[in-house]
């Protein structure tokens, strides 16, 4: 039992690597950008590529994913985002899924539809039991326990940033308000187009990391998307803590309902998200006064 | 003018109407070697009409239309396999299934902003389509429902190979809810949809039931869009759970805004253009499809609709650089 609520934490904390970016451009910027899930997914194929045909160390393939992710988004940012910022959500979601689609297509044709396959490193393949035997055994694969190391030192990074540092303060003044961030000196368009690239990157190192445990193919960015979503939807798009929870509880609804009733895997998480979406549209944790 | 004047004067028929309705009942004659396509057109239109009366007239905007699209489908499959073959008879079963589908889902459109909304209704379609994959006894799971035998339509008309008759019984049944649809949205009940939809807290304040008249729009696209899928499982004698994919949803949205949001005809236009797009792009390449798609849609968006259709004002924003 504790091995499944180990699991499920642990995927719940891939999960919201994968998402917070998407909660950092949504949220933040006020974008639906429903092609989050295709940055994950260049994450992901830069890990394998780099992995397979240069024989790039794991460890190394995670920053890079990050970087390659980052720069992509970056330049979409300054070429075809920034128009869209002041649209209505419509036209951005119709407009993100545009380029998903475009992305799966051109995954497809360079990759094959084929799944890609991650080789960990042997350092990470193996697993720890404890208490062997009783009803409170608990085994936690290496990866996993790695996955969730990275999350914590994520989070409080994130979090730093956000609520300590100069930077932190200028986003969140452009986010308020535009025009007078602005005034007061503050470049708002380099602000949001290194918070987009951050973003872009942060999914980029989730999906290089999830490489091993979801399935990377071309439909990746489509498969995934709505449980970035949820995550972001059901956790409020103001905070980090917001999302982290969230995607903790979907992670752990999510293996315990596949694990004990196999016949509606899938069915529970999106039950969970609409009883709650309708009990508190605006996420479970939201910030006072915040933007909605 | 007064009031009733200018809403009789809206609802009046303009001259091409009738033209655009004769020729498209008579197309699958004159196009009869693309009957199968004529009626793959008169399903997404009448989908997408369902999708404009509640985006278009009431903005509530869905991303989970499917939902209601797949029950009918369903419904009318498993009506004709099951209980009675006569398509009349399974479409107004399909049609009832999804309306009482809609009053339950309109339960969860009232609250909360756009994002809310989209992940709602998108939610509801997962769970359907989830649940059609696990109902195997029932819905043939992930395989799709197949053996559905359909009887002549009105006890006459035998469905045919090349789709001549389910061109026509399509059509037919598209022209009809365009009537009834194009006489709601002039009704004066019509009317207070659009007011909700322009300001949602006015419309409230001159009394009208907001909640309520959201209610019943839903429903009533519901209801729409369960046709639209009875249609497609009546005249393909099959159901999957394909029905009830996101893309689907994904593609009506698009097809509602490249024809117009809050004009029936935007729908019924958009799904003529993106069908017969389809057919003719995945006949060039049928594996990449989805990327012209994407493209297509990435630029009408940064382009903006009003200027992808009328081309001469491209040259005069050159002019003002």
Avoid at chain 1, 182 to 192: D, K
Avoid at chain 2, 183 to 198: I, N, Q
Avoid at chain 2, 223 to 245: C, I, M, R
Wanted: aromatic share 12%; glycine share 10%.
């Amino acid at each position: 039992m504790l091995t499944i609520l180990f699991d499920g934490i642990a995927y719940g904390m891939l999960l919201f690597i994968l998402a917070v970016g998407l909660s950092v451009t949504m949220g933040l910027m006020n974008f639906i950008n429903l092609a989050h899930g295709a940055f994950a997914m260049v994450g992901g194929y830069l890990t394998v590529i780099l992995m397979q045909r240069h024989g790039v160390p794991f460890l190394l393939c995670l920053p890079l994913a990050f970087l390659g992710s980052a720069l992509l988004g970056a330049v979409l940012e300054r070429t075809l985002y920034r128009p869209m910022y002041s649209k209505p959500h419509l036209n951005q979601v119709l407009f993100s899924i545009g380029l998903t689609f475009m992305a799966v297509a051109v995954m497809d044709y360079f990759f094959t539809s084929s799944q890609q396959i991650v080789q960990l490193p042997e350092w990470l393949k193996g697993r720890t039991e404890l208490g062997d035997g009783t009803a409170w055994e608990l085994g936690m694969g290496h990866y996993r326990l790695f996955i969730v190391a990275v999350c914590v030192a994520l989070t409080l990074a994130l979090q730093t940033i956000l609520s300590r540092t100069r930077f932190g303060s200028r986003l969140r003044a452009s986010v308020d308000d535009q025009r007078v961030a602005a005034g007061l000196g503050i470049n708002v368009n380099a602000v949001f187009l290194l918070t987009f690239a951050a973003g872009s990157g942060l999914a980029g190192l989730g999906g290089a990391l999830g490489a091993e445990i979801l399935i990377l193919d071309p439909s990746f960015p489509l498969r995934y998307m709505v449980y970035f979503l949820i995550v972001v939807a059901v956790g409020g798009t103001s905070s980090i803590t917001g999302p982290l929870l969230a995607a903790l509880l979907l992670g752990i609804a999510d293996v315990a309902g596949k694990y004990y009733i196999p016949r509606f895997g899938a069915f529970i998480v999106y039950f969970l998200m609409i009883v709650i979406l309708i009990w508190r549209p605006q996420g479970l944790f939201v910030r006072k006064g915040g933007k909605a | 003018m007064n009031a009733t004047s200018s809403l009789h004067e809206f609802q009046r028929w303009k001259r091409w109407e009738p033209v655009f309705w004769l020729l498209a009942l008579a197309s699958p004659w004159w196009l009869s070697g693309h009957a199968l396509l004529i009626n793959e057109v008169a399903i997404v239109a009448l989908f997408a009409l369902s999708l404009d009366l509640i985006m278009g007239y009431a903005g509530i905007v869905s991303l989970g239309h499917a939902a209601f699209f797949g029950m009918g489908a369903y419904a009318a499959a498993l009506f004709a396999k099951h209980i009675h073959p006569d398509p009349v008879l399974g479409l107004l079963f399909g049609i009832a299934v999804s309306t009482v589908l809609g009053a339950v889902a309109s339960l969860s459109i009232m609250r909360g902003t756009s994002l809310t909304l989209l992940m709602v209704t998108m939610g509801v379609a997962l769970i359907l389509m989830e649940l059609a994959n696990k109902l195997n006894w029932l819905t043939g799971g992930a395989d799709g429902l197949q053996g559905v035998i359909m009887g002549p339509v009105l006890g006459r008309f035998e469905f045919d190979l090349y789709g001549q008759v389910a061109a026509w019984y399509s059509l037919v049944v598209l022209f009809v809810f365009f009537l009834l649809s194009r006489r709601f949205v002039h009704s004066p009940l019509g009317g207070t949809l659009m007011a909700l939809r322009d300001n949602r807290l006015r419309a409230q304040s001159i009394g009208i039931p907001v909640a309520a008249r959201l209610a019943l729009i839903y429903t009533i696209a519901a209801g729409v869009a369960g046709a639209a899928g009875a249609l497609l499982a009546q005249t393909t004698s099959f159901a999957s759970v394909e029905v009830f994919a996101f893309d689907r949803s994904a593609d009506l949205v698009l097809l509602v805004v490249i024809g117009g949001a809050g004009w029936l005809y935007g729908g019924v236009i958009g799904a003529v253009i993106f069908k017969v797009l389809q057919d003719w792009i995945s006949s060039i390449t049928p594996q990449y499809w989805t990327f012209w798609i994407g493209l297509f849609l990435v630029v009408l968006m940064l382009v903006g609709r009003e200027r992808v259709i009328r081309p001469w004002t491209w040259i005069s924003r050159g002019k003002k650089k």
